[in-house]
């Protein structure tokens, strides 16, 4: 079964990963409408020290229907809601339209722009 393309997240956090535990040095923060992860499930991935000829960060759609290496053009954070933009050939890698939106409870902004900003960078997250 696939995620849907847009959905409401109930779930939302990040937690910071260990070589041991995780395989990278980094930060892992998720969007999910359920804490299973089913009916949608948005993961961002960002490895503190990448190799050069490595993205920092990726985007993991689903119970793993999609994943993309970079390609976030920008991510706009508003109260109760987020909309990614993603490049053409990025957003086919996950399965999703080149913009979609996310949205979650408002009290949950700050947490989300924080935790999108540490996993895609300050010059996406606006």
């Known amino acids: 079964m696939s ?4 959905f409401a997240a109930t779930v939302v956090g990040g937690s910071p990963t260990t070589e041991q535990d995780d395989g990278f040095v ?6 999910a409408a359920r804490e299973d992860g089913s009916e949608g499930c948005l993961l961002v991935q960002r490895a503190d020290n990448p ?33 990614f933009e993603l490049t053409t050939l990025n957003a086919a890698e996950l399965g999703t339209p080149r913009q979609f939106r996310i949205t979650f409870p408002a009290q949950h902004t700050d947490e989300v722009r924080w935790g999108l900003t540490r996993t895609l960078g300050e010059g996406v997250v606006t």
């Open 26 to 31: 980094g930060y892992v923060f998720g969007l």
């Open 3 to 6: 995620a849907p393309l847009e």
């Open 51 to 83: 190799r050069p000829e490595e993205e920092p960060y990726c985007l993991v759609w689903g119970e793993q229907e999609g994943t993309t290496y970079g390609g976030v053009e920008r991510v706009v954070v508003d109260p109760g809601g987020v909309t």
